[in-house]
């Protein structure tokens, strides 16, 4: 008999996992904004909320990974090929497509998933028994593993959704022409906002929050890269104005 259940675990980790989940979408927020993610300072109350938001999410996509899977057994191979690989590009894929910023590394994000689903339908359809003799020895081992090789992609896709929404989203607040990114203590995070379609450079300013005047914005600029391939329309528009003003000179 095991000592600890599979579901006591889970539920202890839980609360864990959820700060991890926060703290990534953090994480990804802050390096569209070019903000060192030691600057993250997370209060109670957006812990508990994303934290449970986070929670509830992901255990609704990972009942939808496990219908998906049962589905799949006895299927055609073409059924079992597309099932692996939306559940592959779930965590492999869709990372990377949300922090891409060009059409080459949209497109890239599909190699890896396709690899996976191509190399997992290759296999025969066979019941996979455990080897008793090493549950015995060590037998939390397996499930460790694979919670916290879990647990990793997981955290990778919710970065994912912090960047993209970080750069796809309007609304703002500003205060006095710099933008605010964040929260730090009592301070606030202050990135003085280049001129319109321009790049933020990596300064960061703190400032205490007391008193502080704040209004809604809706700025232009180009953040901090994701993981793309080739150069992004931003950065090939600064260079070539670089370059206009090197051959002007």
Do not use: H
Not at 132 to 160: C, H, M, N, Q, Y
């Amino acid at each position: 008999m095991q000592l600890l259940k599979r579901e006591a675990v889970l539920l202890a980790l839980a609360p864990a996992l959820g700060m991890l989940g926060v703290y990534a979408y953090e994480s990804g927020r802050y390096r569209f904004l070019k903000v060192p993610s030691m600057l993250i300072d997370l209060p109670i109350n957006r812990l508990l909320m994303g934290g449970v938001a986070i929670a509830v999410l992901v255990t609704l996509l990972l009942m939808v990974i496990g219908v998906l899977l049962k589905w799949m057994v006895g299927r055609s191979w073409f059924a079992r090929f597309l099932t692996m690989f939306v559940v592959f590009y779930i965590f492999l894929g869709l990372p990377a497509l949300l922090y891409s910023t060009t059409m080459q590394g949209a497109l890239s994000s599909l190699i890896v998933p396709v690899c996976f689903a191509l190399s997992g339908v290759s296999e025969p359809e066979k019941k996979v028994t455990a080897n008793d003799e090493d549950r015995k020895v060590l037998p939390w081992l397996p499930d460790a593993l694979f919670l916290a090789f879990g647990a990793l992609l997981t955290s990778w896709l919710i970065s994912g959704f912090g960047f993209w929404n970080e750069r796809m989203g309007g609304g703002r607040l500003c205060q006095n022409g710099s933008l605010v990114a964040g929260a730090y203590r009592d301070n606030l995070i202050l990135k003085a906002l280049p001129s319109p379609g321009a790049e933020l450079d990596e300064t960061v300013t703190l400032v205490p929050a007391a008193g502080a005047a704040l209004r809604e914005c809706n700025p232009s600029f180009i953040g901090g890269r994701g993981i793309s391939a080739g150069d992004p329309p931003g950065d090939k528009r600064l260079k070539s104005a670089a370059r206009e003003s090197q051959d002007s000179e």
